[in-house]
């Protein structure tokens, strides 16, 4: 399939900043004295924004509050360094996408797209054109559809193309990606981070699956019971996240930095590099439509190999050389952490393996996996 | 005057009357379900419990406060006086105000279900989108509940044609200013005429099953929404 995003003439009021401050404890303005303020800074040029958090931790309020959409706002909210505490919704530069802005089912999907860009008072600051948005979501068999007939999925990708084509900068994404399936999650992930980093928008992305926030997001933010308790950089984030209790399946994030593309393969070939600083160490997996000079690969933990020697002789086309820091005997598996290049990569092997390899910490040793 | 002329006049009245209600009874009657559905203050059920009142009280009980207060010896009945150069008893507009009431229910009660169920949310995605609260209303609210619009029409339409108690207390039974068919076809029954009472009832029973049997058949998505 090939798309062109022709961001060029798409040219946004670009979002480069959100501040708030919610005021917790109590909601009551003239109990002043036990009410907290919590400030927060959102850079978000070029960035994806992460946010996480158990259910019920206010992480669609949150969103809400700063699209503007609750009445009784409980925050002060800046974008750009403009006040937008009180402004409506409509003026309001970030666009809410989540269950609570269903896609108009009295219409067909087409419909809903074009009155959007008739409608909105947006539309003029870019111009994603309707045929351009029906590609990147992937919605040409169905957009001539009933909006009431089509699946949870469908639904989700329309109203992204719609708040895509509202014109407005920023979209506050909640769980919007959630009933899609793993292969279209990740195109539609790596085309929002690419209208990202093109300037064309920015994203903040609420979600339950680590796995999509390590995969797309650049910093991340956790919330518990309606307060911010930690922000950072995903890739340090993340690892802390992985050990506690909401695992949902083990994997590691690597950073890599775009080395050529090997097309008669269909693979890319990157190099292991973290914070700006190459490694000679390759990593090779399959091509993607719009590689980025540095990105993420996410590697589930049960893919990894581990061996003694470098391997020349197998099919496994990833052999990165580490050292073991951590042996975690679990149940029935055995967790094993490599440090690779200041990395971190996680393998699961058996019992009977670890026996077998006589394995320690501070063991040099090689992890394999698969590119595709 | 032939019994024959005398019913098609009151069948014409009829239809003008329910026309007439039904075309006030939208233009008071979403602004009403609009506020209702988002008021959410402390008047709320008193509100909604006055609205839904004409549905449960006896037409002759709403016939006769109407009566009294619009006795031209009353305030209110001097000052309709003043405006109208009428009297509101025994007058075409009389019956009018009075059906308008009665039939209020059934046409808020749809519009207000529809305003509940997708009111809100609409408006609140509209505007995240950066559609303004007019041009919202216009081009996505008051289409998305069309089907609750016509289904409001109709209930309203075939009600206020089904009127008996509420007109005699008001309008009394003069001929093609407030006898209506159902009052008409009272007449022919007291005269014991049940040939021109059959044809009378009939042409309500008829008029009345069509325009729920339309409304059913062009508006399936009503259904749900005619529940109280």
Known sequence: ?372 | MSLFQIDWQALILTLKLALFTVIILFIIGLPIAWFLSRYTGRLQSFCEALIILPLVLPPTVLGFYLLIAFSPDTWLGQAWLGVTGQQFVFSFAGILVGSVIYSLPFVVQPLLQAFRQQGQQLMQTAQTLGIGKYSAIINLLLPAIKPSMISAATLGFAHTLGEFGLILMIGGNIPGETQVVSIALFNHVEMLDYAQAHSLAALLLVLSMLSLTLLYKYNASARPRLGW
């Open chain 1, 1 to 372: 399939m090939t798309m062109s995003i022709n961001s060029e003439h798409a040219k946004a009021v670009q979002v480069q900043n959100i501040a708030f401050s919610i005021k917790c404890g109590s909601e009551q303005e003239h109990v002043s004295s036990t009410t907290q303020v919590k400030s927060c800074n959102w850079p978000l040029a070029d960035e994806i924004i992460g946010v996480n958090g158990p259910s019920g931790a206010g992480k669609t309020t949150l969103l809400k509050q700063i699209a503007g959409l609750l009445d009784a706002q409980s925050i002060a909210l800046q974008i750009n360094g403009k006040d937008y505490t009180k402004a409506p919704a409509q003026d309001n530069p970030c666009c809410y996408v989540g269950a609570d802005s269903p896609l108009f089912v009295h219409l067909s999907l087409r419909d809903n797209l074009l009155l959007t860009c008739k409608l909105s008072t947006w539309r003029s600051l870019h111009t994603l054109g309707i045929e351009q948005v029906i590609a990147l979501c992937e919605l040409e068999e169905f957009v001539e559809r009933s909006a009431s007939l089509l699946s949870e999925g469908e639904k989700q990708r329309g109203q992204i193309a719609r708040a895509l084509l509202s014109g407005k900068p920023v979209l506050l994404l909640d769980e919007a990606l959630s009933a899609m399936d793993w292969p279209l999650r990740a195109r539609m992930h790596k085309r929002l981070l690419k209208l990202c980093r093109d300037g064309v928008i920015s994203i903040v992305m609420v979600s339950h699956s680590l796995r999509e926030l390590a995969s797309c997001t650049d910093t991340l933010m956790q919330l518990k019971q309606g307060e911010v308790v930690a922000q950072n950089k995903t890739a340090s984030m993340i690892s802390d996240m992985l050990s506690g209790d909401n695992v949902e399946s083990r994997f590691s994030v690597l950073e890599i930095s775009f080395k050529k593309t090997e097309a008669e393969f269909f693979l890319d070939c990157f190099v292991l590099s973290k914070a700006g600083h190459c490694s000679e160490q390759f990593v090779y997996i399959k091509s993607s439509e719009f590689p980025q000079q540095t990105q993420k690969v996410l590697i589930q933990a049960q893919s990894v190999v581990l061996s003694k020697q470098a391997d020349h002789d197998s099919s496994m086309l990833n052999c990165l050389r580490g050292i073991i820091v951590g042996i975690d005997k679990q149940h029935d598996y055995v967790e094993v952490s490599l440090n690779v290049e200041h990395q971190t990569l996680i393998a699961h092997i058996s019992h009977k393996s670890l026996l077998q390899m006589q394995l320690s910490i501070g063991d040099p040793i090689f992890s394999l996996f698969k590119a595709i």
